[in-house]
């Protein structure tokens, strides 16, 4: 069965760092997603991506964030100057319409 | 803005019996999609059902239905002959069924942490 996956599993970097957390969203999906969750909360979205461009973005999703899809398979977020706050776990979805099917997520730690 | 609302933060269930989390929504819009889906210890999120606002027929998957009342805004599981590893945070979402800027996102409610005692 096709499945969402993400690399890393785990991230750990430091204040000021730029990361990039990488996603392979299942094959034929239209739409693309990144949610955070941060410790103990819900899940929160923070943009999505179709059609090779933005369709939406949430408050959290500011100038330090943009995402790529370079060559059709794989979907990136990436933070350019990492905060504490920053620490969570980030979860690439992705859908043909109605259902979203998530990755494992990243933990990102920003010590 | 929409907005989801789960009350329970913690429900236990013995294995084998039934339990219902609850969920609440507040919309305006009349087309929609609502879900559950589960976070075990690993922290994947699953997809457990979907039920379509247009559908009076509450939906089923094995083990888990839904009561969808829609005058209510009432969205709950029910988790029939709980097992062990039905243990997990149960997560409501409600999607919009159109969006003109090709973004279908999740909005999600806060969890709830189910239990399952052997």
């Known amino acids: 069965e096709p499945e969402v996956t993400q690399t890393p599993s785990h991230q750990v970097t430091q204040m000021g760092q730029e990361v990039i957390l990488r996603c392979v969203p299942i094959s034929n999906h239209l739409y693309f997603y990144w949610y955070r969750q941060i410790l103990g909360q819900k899940v929160e979205f923070l943009v999505s991506f179709y059609n090779n461009e933005i369709s939406e973005k949430s408050e959290i999703f500011d100038d330090q964030f943009s995402v790529e899809r370079p060559d059709g398979s794989n979907f990136t977020l990436k933070i350019r100057s990492t905060k504490l706050e920053d620490s969570a776990m980030y979860f690439c979805?992705?859908?043909?319409?109605?259902?979203?099917?998530f990755g494992p997520g990243t933990r990102l730690t920003v010590t | 803005a929409q907005t989801v609302t789960q009350s329970q933060p913690e429900m236990s269930v013995q294995e084998a019996e039934t339990v219902t989390l609850s969920c609440t929504y507040d919309t305006s819009e009349s087309d929609y999609y609502l879900f559950w889906y589960k976070q075990p210890p690993s922290r994947q999120m699953i997809l457990v059902i979907r039920?379509?606002?247009?559908?009076?027929q509450n939906a089923t998957e094995n083990r888990f239905s839904v009561n969808f009342q829609k005058a209510a805004k009432s969205f709950s599981l029910k988790i029939s002959d709980s097992q062990l590893g039905d243990a997990a945070m149960y997560f409501c979402a409600y999607r919009s069924e159109y969006s003109g800027a090709g973004s279908y996102q999740l909005t999600f409610g806060k969890g709830t942490k189910l239990s399952v005692i052997p």
């Open positions: 039920q379509e606002a247009y559908k009076q």
């Open positions: 979805a992705s859908s043909f319409y109605y259902e979203q099917y």
